[in-house]
């Protein structure tokens, strides 16, 4: 008797312990995201050529620096939405001898936006040092909004805008008096 009261209660322990470390529906769950926000505005920026101060003003801080390779930044984002899948993206950089912004590695590839890519139509846009970076567009007529439209109100209130020049301030004279 004293033995099936001892395992009785030592089963419905151990069943509550087992029923508290189980998530039950409906609970909400945080978005876990570490490392460095990299978007592809921030890749667009980087020409072949930036020095590193100008890489680390656009891009910020990396997340590695290589003691034994000075030469490469690299830059880790993950995000874990709500107990969904970890997303992990990297961006590594490379920089010549001279500090100057050689290449680039990783999920972004400048010119190259994520819809483009998810959608199969990449761009034909090359980066080599010593270039610009010019994407190639086809040519594509705009049609005129339709009257009463939305886009044709857009379209007015753009067009109605004036532009108000920026003053200048006149150079200050360094002359000593």
Known sequence: MQNTKLLLTSLTLVGLLALAGCSFPGVYKIDIQQGNVVTQDMIDQLRPGMTRRQ?????GNPLLQDTFNTNRWDYLYSL???GGKRQQERMSIFFNESDQLVSLSGDFMPGVSR???ILGGGSETSVSPGTE???STPDVQERPAKPGSVEESIQREIDDVETTPVPTPAPLETAPQ
């Open 55 to 59: 890489v680390r003003f656009i891009m």
């Open 80 to 82: 874990q939405p709500g």
């Open 115 to 117: 819809d483009q890519e």
């Open 133 to 135: 970076q010019t994407p």
